[in-house]
């Protein structure tokens, strides 16, 4: 089974197959692939070349396996201490974007659930933005919010950050501490 949250991989998979998606989605939903093997133990070709597809386009928009961190604009991993609740200093990893990156759309959190398995049960992604000649101007926005990661998951943001500098992943709610973030990562969406 193959799980994916991103509103965008859908409706490419949709296109994948040669039907058309009758509704607009919004961002974060769930899709669960299952292969269907027909009575020969054989999955139909039909379905192997979608599949094969949908995997190249992911591979495309992300990068490779296991990291899927090679297509990223800039990617981290660290150790959140606590959440927004017991300090600011402590809830937040904060990912530099390099030098002339012109907007970004779309970020990755992974936590790495062999150190302790799933713990945030609360989140945000901000970016810092109005950075250039006058840093004065520079203000942390929000570009999403959730109350799960897990193995991976993928927010596509409403709007993308143009001209962002940094993102900053803050946890707001935690099952235990620490909590082990083994990929934070930034991505634009000239691949997807």
């Given at each position: 089974m193959f799980r994916v949250i991103l509103s965008?991989?859908?409706?490419?998979?949709?296109?994948?197959?040669?039907?058309?998606?009758?509704?607009?989605?919004?961002?974060?939903?769930?899709?669960?692939?299952?292969?269907?093997?027909?009575?020969q133990g054989l999955v139909e070709p039909s379905h192997a070349a979608a599949y094969s597809g949908f995997g190249s386009w992911i591979n495309e928009c992300y990068g490779a396996a296991p990291r899927f961190t090679n297509a990223a604009v800039a990617a981290t991993s660290g150790t959140i201490m606590g959440n927004a609740s017991t300090s600011s200093l402590i809830a937040t990893l904060v990912l530099e974007l390099p030098a002339g990156t012109k907007q970004i759309d779309r970020a990755m959190v992974q936590e790495d659930l062999g150190k302790g398995g799933q713990r945030i049960r609360s989140f945000t992604i901000d970016a810092l933005v109005g950075v250039g000649s006058n840093s004065s101007t520079a203000q942390w926005v929000q570009m999403s919010a959730g109350h799960s990661v897990g193995n991976k998951r993928i927010d596509v943001f409403k709007s993308a950050a143009v001209g962002a500098t940094k993102l900053r992943l803050t946890v707001v709610a935690n099952a235990a501490a620490p909590v082990y973030i083994l990929n934070f990562a930034a991505f634009t969406g000239d691949a997807c």
């Open positions: 965008c991989a859908f409706t490419h998979f949709i296109s994948i197959l040669g039907t058309t998606a009758p509704y607009v989605f919004t961002t974060f939903i769930v899709i669960e692939l299952d292969f269907a093997i027909n009575r």
